[in-house]
């Protein structure tokens, strides 16, 4: 009887483990791809080797949908090139690249698309071993989520809790928690009161935190259930997450933080700068004295790139050079180069194995600078921002040969103008996409605003696109007014930076026509604006206002022939003014005698 007990309690059991509306994707012959059409689902996948499996997830609901990979196992010592889930942001892997996931990612992904449907493909290697992959997801209305969750905290100390604490959560929270503290310190976290849905691996609802700025930082650890856990930072940055699912809900957590001074020598002469064209490392001979290292031991990738030694220790260099590393991860470019001892010849050292790993990222409208030092398995993190260095210019033909430095640029009506965007890098193997042109009358481009090229669409009649062309974005318009009475036209352009080794990037898939509430999240996106343009004339119109631009345009002219005419009425002015003087004058004479009557001597 006892027996047959725990046979009904185990089925029981495993089912109340799963969360509400999830299925078993794989239990015995695993289960290879699915079209899901639910507004949220729980997939347990289970593949082995030599899978190629295609998940797609659609739904007419004009949301935005999250997909979770709370957790994945891979075999054992997989690269990114043999294994992976790659997350593509449309409805085929055709669409473009939204993330990827493989071995060593160090977060637990979460991923959101700028359309209604999302597909991920997962691939395994012929290894022979059972993969293991845990994910769901569901749809959301970015505009009505008013959980007020999440933020930045700053100071040296404060506290934060789940929604509602401590009520229960609701179910589909997401909230991240971006920590920042005094420089050269370090963070400690506690959570005082912590009550989460427990399962296995933390799959359902969980917290998740990140040593550093971002959840690509690097995971100190993932939790649920009841604890009371501690966490400590390397840095002065730390990022919280916590995430549900649809079932069963708790009443979450309570969490204080405070500043920890970080001990050994204050390094403020120890930092990262990037930028499009080079990486600069710059290292203080007191910090370098307190490793134990001679700053002349030092070399990058390439031994023959050596430092310039003064007070500081500095390496710069182009970012294509000294060994640097390019690597194309998921949704963003990175340049990554490492600063180590330099080989003495001996068999064996007492000194500590230490590597600087500095690493440019280029994604989002900037690029992120990752700079950490590894020190016997203890990492340090320094983070900096910088921007892709982009510009955009009127050209005279299409030889794109002459750019128009005047400013404003005034153009005839119905003109055919020029532009090339350029980014300047010294990259070689870098393309530029114009994914979207707007024009609008007002340098802050208010509500009025016209489409010349959305998503790598021609939207004017006029617009002619050129192939990407090494570091230059090109394309031509013909010059128009807006109806109503403005002088200037302002152009602002998104533009994609893609690594050109890869066939399948956005910058040679062109034009994207499906329905788009927004342009697509690429990771390495940037803009540029240029401006204003002012019509010269316009004979059809009678508007003052193009009368007016009409007058600068031709202001010099028009002087040169109004001194022209005063010249010449100012020298007819002055011959009548004489000429009356001298009748005036004579008159005048004239006017002196009077007539005297001559006596007769008679």
């Known amino acids: 009887m006892q027996g047959l007990r725990q046979f009904l309690l185990l089925p029981l059991l495993a089912a109340l483990a799963l969360p509400k509306g999830s299925s078993v994707e794989s239990t015995g012959a695993p289960r290879c791809g699915a079209s899901l059409h639910e507004l949220n689902k729980a997939l347990r996948i289970e593949l082995n080797a030599n899978a190629s499996c295609t998940w797609q997830i659609q739904r007419n609901s004009n949301q935005t949908i999250r997909l979770i990979f709370s957790y994945f196992k891979f075999a054992p010592s997989s690269s990114c090139e043999t294994e992976s889930i790659k997350v593509f942001d449309g ?25 209604d449907s999302l597909t991920f493909l997962i691939t395994t290697n012929s290894v022979d071993f059972r993969r293991n992959f845990f994910v769901f997801y569901y ?9 007020d969750c999440g933020g930045q905290l700053t100071g040296s100390n404060g506290t934060f809790s789940s929604p509602n604490y401590p009520a229960p959560y609701p179910a589909f929270t997401y909230c991240v928690w971006h920590i920042q503290t005094p420089k050269n310190s370090k963070i400690n976290l506690q959570f005082q009161d912590f009550f989460l849905e427990l399962d296995r691996n933390c799959q359902l609802d969980f917290t998740a935190v990140y040593d550093g700025s971002t959840t690509t930082s690097g995971l100190i650890g993932k939790v649920c259930g009841r604890a009371q856990p501690t966490f400590e930072s390397s840095s002065n940055t730390m990022t919280v997450v916590l995430a549900t699912d649809s079932s069963t809900s708790y009443r979450g957590f309570s969490a204080h933080y405070s500043s920890v001074p970080l001990p050994g020598p204050v390094e403020p002469d120890t930092f990262l700068t990037c930028s499009s064209d080079s990486m600069k490392i710059v290292l203080s001979k007191p910090y370098l004295a307190s490793l134990g290292y001679n700053e002349s031991h030092l070399q ?13 220790v500095t390496f710069s260099f182009p970012l294509s050079s000294c060994g640097t590393v390019k690597k194309e991860e998921g949704q963003s470019i990175t340049y990554t180069n490492i600063i180590s001892l330099s080989a003495t010849g001996n068999v064996i050292t007492r000194q500590k194995n230490t590597e600087i790993i500095a690493k440019c990222r280029m994604e989002n409208n900037s690029t992120l600078e990752v700079f950490y030092i590894t020190r016997d398995n203890v990492i340090q993190n320094i983070t900096a921002m910088g921007r892709y260095n982009v510009s955009m210019s009127f050209y005279d033909s299409d030889s794109f040969s002459k750019p128009i430095h005047q400013s404003p640029y005034y153009v005839d009506l119905n003109q055919t103008l020029f532009a090339q965007v350029n980014l300047h890098s010294t990259d070689p193997n870098l393309l530029v996409f114009v994914d979207t042109c707007t024009a609008s009358p007002q340098s802050d481009f208010g509500s009025l605003t016209y489409d010349l090229i959305r998503s790598g669409c021609n939207k004017d009649d006029t617009v002619v696109t050129y192939p990407p062309l090494e570091h230059h974005g ?5 010059a128009f ?6 002088p200037s036209i302002y152009l602002q352009c998104d533009i994609v930076i893609c690594d ?6 956005r910058c040679t898939q062109g034009c994207i026509s499906r329905h788009r509430r927004a342009v697509s999240p690429h990771t390495w996106k940037t803009n540029t604006v240029v401006g204003p343009i002012r019509l010269k ?7 003052p206002s193009e009368s007016l631009t009409k007058a600068v345009a031709e202001e010099i002219p028009n002087l040169q022939q ?3 005419y005063t010249l010449a009425f100012v020298i007819l002015i002055s011959n009548i003014l004489i000429v009356v003087a001298v009748i005036l004058k004579h008159h005048k004479h004239r006017a002196g005698y009077t007539y005297q009557k001559i006596q007769s001597s008679l």
């Open 300 to 312: 990058l990738n390439d031994p023959s790139c050596r430092p310039v030694i003064t007070d500081l």
């Open 91 to 115: 409805p085929s892997t055709n669409s473009p690249l939204l993330g990827q996931v493989c071995n060593s990612t160090d977060a637990v992904p979460v991923l959101e698309s700028s359309s």
């Open 537 to 543: 004339r316009d004979l059809s119109s009678a508007d």
């Open 481 to 486: 007014r807006f109806l109503r009475s403005f």
């Open 500 to 505: 050109s080794n890869n066939s399948n990037s």
């Open 474 to 478: 090109r394309f031509k318009f013909r």
């Open 139 to 147: 749809f959301f209305s970015p505009e009505s989520n008013t959980e």
């Open 562 to 564: 109004y001194n022209f």
